[in-house]
């Protein structure tokens, strides 16, 4: 059975840095794709960022040379290091993993950034 379990999220300033953490049962290099969404309030769930298997990772615009994404394949860990946060940042954080047995999502870590 897939799992995924957020954590690391909070409440920082703007201009300050939050680091997300995901652990991926059962292994993470089992799955197609892995990756985060995010869904600000009143808004849909969208891309932040992914690693497709055997690839590299792709960023949405709004976060590229802010954000980055990485993953431990021994320690099944995903991460979103996130730095000079924005206001418009604030949501709700997904883990996300695409799999053989279809899409599979964590429960969601709240961050928010105040100006």
């Known amino acids: 059975q897939v799992q995924l379990v957020e954590s690391g999220g909070g409440e920082v300033q703007a201009g300050g840095s939050l680091r997300l953490s995901c652990k991926i049962s059962?292994?993470?290099?089992?799955?197609?794709?892995v990756g985060w969404y995010r869904q600000a309030p009143g808004k849909r769930r969208d891309v932040v960022a992914l690693?497709?298997?055997?690839?590299?990772?792709y960023y949405v615009d709004s976060v590229k040379g802010r954000i980055t994404i990485a993953k431990d394949e021994v320690q099944n860990m995903l991460y979103l290091e996130m730095n000079s946060l924005k206001p418009d940042d604030t949501a709700i954080y997904f883990c996300y993993a695409n799999t053989m047995w279809g899409q599979r999502w964590g429960q969601g870590t709240q961050c928010t950034v105040s100006s």
């Open positions: 690693i497709p298997f055997g690839g590299t990772p």
């Open positions: 059962p292994s993470i290099s089992s799955m197609n794709t």
